[in-house]
């Protein structure tokens, strides 16, 4: 069965930590490019970080650049988000997806990661 789901979210103070986990199940992400988005209230889902399926090429968003590590376990299927120092402003649910997803792609139900002040 072809799906995404993510976890690993919660309620952190600012500074804190947190490890998000995406198993991408069902055989057809192998090979692609994997990325981690991120939609906080009212706004559109935007990117935050990009790993080619080798694991050895990573690009970030500038918001996050310095303070987020994505990781894959291809044994695994497992895309990985380690974030650190996080913001308010992380404040978003988070997903995973492959990279420049198609519009009719589909979507997990995300992860939920606030930050308090």
């Known amino acids: 069965q072809v799906q995404l789901v993510e976890s690993g979210g919660g309620l952190v103070q600012a500074g804190g930590s947190l490890r998000l986990a995406c198993v991408a199940s069902?055989?057809?992400?192998?090979?692609?490019?994997m990325a981690w988005y991120r939609q906080a209230p009212g706004k559109e889902r935007e990117f935050v970080a990009r790993i080619s399926w080798s694991g050895g090429q990573t690009h970030y968003a500038d918001s996050v650049k310095g303070r987020f590590t994505i990781s894959i376990d291809n044994a695994k299927d497992t895309v990985y988000l380690q974030m650190e120092s996080l913001k308010p402003e992380d404040t978003a649910i988070y997903y995973c997806?492959?990279?420049?997803?198609?519009?009719?792609?589909?979507w997990g139900q995300g992860t939920q990661v606030t930050v308090s002040s």
């Open positions: 997806n492959v990279f420049a997803p198609a519009s009719w792609a589909i």
């Open positions: 069902g055989g057809v992400f192998r090979g692609l490019d």
